[in-house]
């Protein structure tokens, strides 16, 4: 199973910027699948995430800048990050999320994690 981000770079304040993340070796389409970010010198930390039904969740610092939207056909997850300012530089981390299928959550289940791509946004 690989989960595959791209899409990262260096971008202005105030300007957009999408990223993707392609899982293959597994069918995600009853999943949750979402984002994460680490800053430097901080912890790992939740934005985003789609569940195979659609519903989304956001982390309260990227919600109304950012969206995530999913291509389940082609085991695909995106975000489009709008409006960006220079503390949403980090590493971006996709991930699928087994403890999600469809509706139901469940503590036990794997997560998927992808290798990340650097997002820096310049003042």
């Known amino acids: 199973v690989q989960l595959q981000a791209s899409g990262g770079g260096l971008v202005q304040a105030g300007e957009s910027l999408g990223l993707s993340c392609a899982a293959s070796?597994?069918?995600?389409?009853?999943?949750?699948m979402g984002w994460y970010r680490q800053a430097p010198g901080k912890q790992r930390e939740f934005l985003a995430r789609?569940?195979?039904?659609?519903?989304?969740n956001y982390a309260d610092s990227v919600k109304g800048r950012f969206t995530i939207s999913r291509d389940s056909a082609a085991n695909t997850v995106f975000l489009q990050m709008n409006s960006v300012k220079p503390e949403d530089t980090g590493v971006y981390y996709c991930?699928?999320?087994?403890?999600?299928?469809?509706?139901?959550?469940?503590?036990?289940?794997?997560?998927?994690w992808g290798q990340g791509t650097l997002v820096t946004v310049s003042s």
């Open positions: 789609m569940t195979s039904t659609g519903s989304t």
């Open positions: 991930n699928a999320d087994l403890r999600f299928r469809g509706r139901s959550y469940s503590t036990n289940g794997r997560v998927f």
């Open positions: 070796g597994r069918d995600f389409s009853t999943n949750a």
